[in-house]
Every structure is written in C-alpha cells, then in structure tokens.
C-alpha cells in the first residue's frame, strides 16, 4: 500500500489527490462508526476522580484497542483514580509512533443523562464530545482506517488513554514522560477550535505554576480593641496590589490572582488571609525570576507583625518552539491540502499533556497537538463538535501515521 503511494507521488497534483483516494474512501467509511463510538463514550459520565464512569469507559477503550489487535496493559493513576491505558500495536516497520489523549471530562456525575449525545444541524453535543472523547475515536477509527487498509509500516503504534488531564495529570505524566522517550513521534489529540474558516493544529503550549500568598496576622475584637489586631486582609490587598507586576509582556508570562479569602466575623480583625494565583508562560526560566521577584517584593509590608509567604507551585510545563513540532505541523498542513483544505499551526496560552511528552533536554521527539476534533465551548454546557470534521481528521491521522512510518 505505501510502495504503492510512493509510486504515484511522482505523478501530477491530481494524479496525486487520486492516490489517496483509498485513504478518503477508508476514513470516510469510519465516519459513522466514530459518531457511534462517539456516543457510547459520550453517554457514560467520567469526570476527573469519577471511578465507576472511567473504568466504564476504560473497559469500552480496552474493548475497541483489544479488537484492533492492540496488546493492552493498564497502570493505575494515583491521586484521582482510574487506570492509565496503554496499548501497543505491532507492525512491519522500525518507527514508533504514540497517539495519546485524556478520557476523564470537568462534569460532574449526572451530565451524561442530562445532556445526552445529539447532533443538531451539523454540531454532535455531550459532556466531552470534543475535549476529549472526540479525539479518543479519532485515534480509535484512524486505526480502524489503516486496517482496512491493510497498513502495517509502522514498527509499532503505542496508545495512551489517561484518566486524570482536567486535574493536571499527576497520577500520569510521569508514565507519558517515560513511554515517550524513545517515540519518533508523538500525536496528541485534544480538540482544536472552530474559528470560522480556520481550522488548526498546535505546535506550542503555555506551562502552567500555581501560586500561593499566605498572610498571618493577629486576631482582636474590631470594636473593644482593633489596635490589638494585625489585619491580615488589609496586609493581603497591600501585597496582591504590589504582586500585580510579576508578568512580562514580551516573554507573554502572565500571573492573575483569582482567588481570596479571609476573615471570619464581622466583629473580628481577621488573623488570616490567602490568595491563588494562575500564572502561564513559555520561558522555563520564568519560574525563577517571578519567585525572587515575589520573594523580594514580598518583604515590603504594610503592616508590622504581620507574616507573609509566597510560593509557586510548578504545573504542567510548556511544550516549547522546537525545530520538530514545526516539521510535524508542516507535514500535516501539506496532509490537508491533499483535501484541499487548509490548516494553521498555533500557539495556545492552555497547558497540555503534549509538554510532558516532550523532552525538552533531547528536544525529542517530535511531538504535534490538537489532532482531536473541531469544535468549542469546551468545559462548559455548550460544547460542541463539528460533524464535518470527522472526516479531515480521519484523514489526517491516518495520512500522518503514513507517512512518519516511512524511513528516510
Ligand atoms: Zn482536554
């Protein structure tokens, strides 16, 4: 099948488009067996921490891998729950290639039957229809594709369903860091947004650290004896106001407060107060220089006797420029013109789990984002994707798969 694909590649622009058309007829007979997988997954809650929905929607994802010929092995994920899943594909060839994406969703228990799975002019709705679940029968109908075809070039294609993406990975990102170090390339596939007219894959992605300002100051009766107390709340606002300053447009890190709390009666100079922060950036140094900066700024208090601490708490890192993601965005976006279409390569501010498949010491391997569906309203009661992507995607997998199982 790839011999033969290499063959005509030579050929004129249309005899190419022609060359591929097993491709479009393999991928276009999956696009309503993907809505029905789609359905299944769609239909069974699994929010982060959700044991029974995951491991129900671990034992369908098993089911479909195992019925693809994959060998499946699982690894719980400590923390929240519910198993990591790995299957593994055996082919012909010598490239390895990793599909990955989460199965776990931000909903509750009880979304799934209240916003059951339903398409409506052109967009199918549900709880994690597109982030991620879409990308889960992206990855599950493309292989689907490549039996039909008959492809096997690859050495082998490894598999990875996590359970816990929406809380930051931490029972996960570890085996994802290990399983993809000796990878050619890694595919993730979360869902990509529909800008009308534009469709997009991601080649970098913001990190994500946690902050924490903590102050203690001295509790008193606010009407008998304020001079007694230390207002924590008035200590906190002085410090959130001068700790306003820790971005740095040019570098695009941002840090926001977007949390308080404090006090606890109206008659009581409170004695504690808290703030949490979201801070996002691309520059790895950024996680030293906004902590002394913090530290540093910190000492400047308003009040006396009053003790504040500040720390950053790391979170998922970013997935940084590299020579290799680019490749791979060049490469699909030459996939997608086979179809006519076009395709963007894109910065996105959201940390993903495609930074924790990246080595950013070895700048190995190659890893692309976003090959999931297209669509919006994600984590919310909107979320959407839209049916007409189905079939590009396919396409792209399928191709990308192709094409990255060639040795040069
Ligand atoms: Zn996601």
């Not at 719980?76 to 082919?91: C, H, M, Q, S």
């Not at 209240?114 to 029968?137: C, L, S, T």
């Not at 601490?309 to 979170?315: D, N, Q, R, S």
């Not at 076009?342 to 090959?371: C, F, R």
């Amino acid at each position: 099948m790839l011999a033969m694909g290499l063959a005509y590649g030579l050929c004129s622009a249309n005899a190419q488009a022609a060359d591929h058309q097993d491709v479009q007829d393999a991928v276009e007979q999956q696009r309503a067996p993907l809505l029905s997988t789609l359905e299944t997954l769609v239909n069974v809650d699994s929010g982060t921490g959700y044991k029974a929905g995951l491991s129900d929607v671990e034992a369908m994802l098993t089911k479909h891998l195992k019925a693809l010929g994959a060998q499946v092995e699982t690894y719980p994920a400590e923390t929240y729950g519910g198993n990591t899943i790995v299957g593994r594909l055996k082919g012909d060839g010598s490239r390895k290639i990793m599909l990955m994406i989460h199965y776990d969703t931000v909903f509750d228990e009880g979304a799934a039957t209240q916003r059951a799975f339903r398409i409506e002019d052109g967009r199918a709705y549900g709880p994690g229809v597109g982030d991620a679940k879409g990308g889960a029968a992206v990855i599950l109908h493309s292989l689907e594709a490549l039996k039909t075809l008959g492809f096997d070039d690859y050495g082998q294609v490894t598999v990875v369903f996590n359970p816990d993406e929406e809380k930051g990975s931490p029972g996960s990102h570890e085996l994802i860091h290990e399983l993809s170090a000796d990878q050619d390339a890694v595919l993730v596939f979360e869902p990509t947004f529909a800008d009308p007219g534009v469709d997009a894959v991601t080649v970098v992605t913001k990190g994500i650290n946690y902050a924490f300002l903590e102050v203690k100051g001295r509790a008193s009766h606010a009407g008998g004896a304020p001079e007694e107390g230390r207002n924590a709340i008035m200590e906190l606002s002085h410090q959130l106001l001068q700790l306003n300053e820790l971005g740095d447009a040019d570098k695009e890190t941002t840090l926001n407060w977007t949390i308080v709390e404090g006090g606890v009666k109206r008659n009581v100079i409170p004695e504690h107060a808290k703030a949490e922060g979201d801070m996002r950036y691309f520059d790895s140094s950024e996680y030293q220089r906004v902590l002394k900066e913090a530290q540093s700024i910190t000492k400047n208090q308003l009040i006396d006797d009053t003790e504040v601490e500040f720390h950053l708490e790391k979170g998922r890192p970013p997935l940084p420029e590299n020579p290799q993601s680019q490749k791979l965005a060049e490469q699909a976006q030459k996939i997608y013109q086979e179809l006519g279409q076009t395709l963007q390569a894109v910065e996105i501010g959201g940390g993903t789990d495609a930074a924790y498949a990246y080595h950013a010491d070895s700048e190995k391997p190659a890893v692309l984002e976003s090959l999931g569906l297209v669509g919006g309203g994600y984590h919310s009661d909107k979320e959407f994707v839209l049916v007409d992507s189905i079939v590009p995607r396919l396409y792209l997998t399928t191709r990308m798969i192709m094409q990255l199982s060639e040795v040069d």
